[in-house]
């Protein structure tokens, strides 16, 4: 397994990566349309979301030796914040989501903190993936609302202090 760069001809496996992850959604809200349409107001469409993190070369995959997907995560250099984590239900969530958080945390500015939303979901999957954040380090923050869907916001203090 390794990490690359997301790149265009990649948009199909996020795509796919995110709807596997459409069942925890549902629990939360029937109607997705705000959570991948976005909302005039307060976000974008996860489309354009997936051209903005591919063009600021934001966003990472990890792959298998065949090439198949077994997980992206997405960073903000600006707000220094991990803005999109999925691992593939196929790969597992400790090799794989080890991995990326690793990455992205190398890509990010360890003396902030770092912040990443998670599903409020009580879902086997984004347990497991809430305990390897604890796992990292983040601390749980708060409750939000992230395009309409609960999350909790979890934090990562920075290493040190300057």
Known sequence: MWVRLVKNFDIPKWWALSREYDCY???LVPDLSEWYDGNN???????AYIESKINKQEAFI???DINDC?????????NNRISFFGVSHRAGIHTAGSKLIKHALEN???KKPVNIN????????IQKQIGLLLDFGFEYSCDA????????VFVKPPLSKE
């Open 62 to 64: 990890a792959e298998d």
């Open 118 to 125: 998670e599903i409020n979901s009580t879902s086997p999957q």
């Open 145 to 152: 609302t992230e395009n309409g869907v609960p999350v909790n």
């Open 70 to 78: 077994l997980g992206i995560i997405a960073i903000s250099r600006a």
């Open 41 to 47: 107001d307060t976000s974008i469409s996860f489309d």
């Open 108 to 110: 990010l500015d360890d």
């Open 25 to 27: 959604v549902k629990e």
